[in-house]
């Protein structure tokens, strides 16, 4: 089954770490990748997506994530961890299935980043 | 410009009682969509709309969730009868183009149903 697992549900870091937070995925063909942030009280926003091209895939707020097809892996990365980066993060993928296209989302990875 | 908005933002209804949940996507995207986020899962398709296609419906749990979008924006999520397991926030989202194409999708806050 195509599915996309966030395998992690927190991550912890101190603030100016560097961060990863991890997914990986299970399509047919080639996937395209989402990664959406979720703050406290607010919807989701969009960070960034990997349709094709470079694998490294610069997104909003300093974040980037590089797509590894033979690890299957879309990982979210940042270099230096700031606390207002402590969000609901989630990674997605478009699929297909029956002959319609649908998004499949991670279980969220809740990111905190101490002071 | 503005964004997806939902309303209303919280609502609490008895059990067995029909809830409507309102979605205005952003003006221009033709693709709305309703998901719904339960505590400590992700976020589970329901419903999908693409300009004047007919919607994909693939998702919705059972016969007593249906959607509307009437005149290619404004969105109407439905459930009848309500369940404690409807309890739940339900988000809107639309976007540019449809699945066949990339375009990322811009959520509103949501709406958290409570059943009780």
């Known amino acids: 089954a195509q599915s996309v697992a966030q395998p992690e549900d927190q991550v912890n870091v101190a603030e100016g770490n560097p961060l990863t937070v991890k997914c990986t995925y299970s399509?047919?063909?080639?996937?395209?990748l989402f990664w959406y942030v979720q703050y406290p009280n607010r919807g989701l926003q969009f960070l960034l997506k990997y349709i094709t091209g470079d694998n490294l895939v610069k997104g909003s707020y300093g974040f980037e994530a590089e797509f590894n097809k033979s690890q299957t892996s879309f990982h979210l990365k940042k270099p230096s961890a700031l606390v207002s980066d402590s969000a609901l993060y989630f990674c997605?993928?478009?699929?297909?299935?029956?002959?319609?296209?649908?998004?499949?989302f991670g279980t969220g990875t809740r990111l905190k980043v101490l002071a | 410009g503005a964004g997806v908005s939902q309303s209303p933002s919280n609502k609490v209804t008895e059990k067995g009682k029909d809830v409507e949940l309102r979605c205005d996507p952003i003006s221009g995207h033709t693709a709305l969509y309703w998901y719904r986020q339960s505590l400590g899962q992700g976020l589970e398709f329901l419903i999908y709309?693409?300009?004047?296609?007919?919607?994909?419906k693939s998702g919705l749990p059972s016969d007593r969730f249906s959607a509307e979008r009437t005149g290619g924006s404004v969105s109407t999520l439905t459930i009848q009868r309500t369940q404690q397991e409807d309890s739940a926030v339900y988000l809107c989202?639309?976007?540019?183009?449809?699945?066949?194409?990339?375009?990322?999708?811009?959520f509103g806050p949501g709406t958290r149903l409570t059943v009780t």
């Open positions: 709309f693409q300009g004047n296609s007919a919607p994909d």
């Open positions: 989202a639309s976007s540019l183009g449809g699945y066949g194409i990339s375009y990322e999708q811009y």
């Open positions: 399509v047919s063909g080639n996937p395209y």
């Open positions: 997605a993928v478009r699929v297909l299935t029956s002959g319609t296209y649908k998004y499949i």
